[in-house]
């Protein structure tokens, strides 16, 4: 990636598309979404298929609920569900994602003009929160892509890249609705890949976390 401008000299956009991104990330949301890891080395595959419902709060995670959870064709005990739904409302910090464009992470980025609608970005922050890559806004500063490769990847995996696209969901607000990992790597002498695709649908409004939490 070319080399990064000041984070104190962003992009003049950069402003105008994080107002934007706090703008319609307001309100209690509840979302389904469908969730699919694959990996696969020279000898063995993993697959998890999971169908989950949960709870955005200004756009934070803050509840989630598995509906069902399947381990190589298998139903996945209650522990495992629990620990997964765990896993997603308590997440480590250093593996939650730093929007770039969120003026709260400014800080963590240094950013340059990456063409038409498209801001580069970058950050020495070595966890799976950040990375460097760019972001695709329209005419009206939302963000409709994210692509970027993480500063820190999974165990085996040596390079990595995830795009999310966005969409206006409800009116008014906007949230991602499919995210694409992949990697590459290598587990041994024997080489490695690995997916997952995240599709997210159902969005409806809720007045207070009460009222979603007994939606959901």
Known sequence: MPTMISPASPPPALTSVAQQYQQTSRGIVV???HRVLEAHGAFSSHREDVV?????DDGALVKVRVSTYTINGKPAGANQISALEQSWEHPDPRDVFAAPF??????????????????????????AGHGNGSFMYDAQNNVVSCTYQPNA???????????????????GYWAVTQELQQYS??????S???????????FRRFSDLRSALAAL
């Open 31 to 33: 979302f389904e979404m």
């Open 185 to 190: 790597g290598s587990y041994g002498p024997f």
């Open 192 to 202: 490695a890949a690995g997916g997952v695709q995240e599709t997210f649908s159902g």
């Open 153 to 171: 990847l999974p165990p085996h995996a040596s390079s990595g890249e995830i795009t999310d696209r966005r969409s206006e969901v409800l009116p």
């Open 52 to 56: 989950m419902s949960g709870i955005y």
């Open 102 to 127: 969120s003026a709260s992470n400014f800080a963590a980025y240094a950013y340059r003009d990456g063409g038409p609608s498209t801001i580069d970005f970058a950050s020495p922050v070595r966890d």
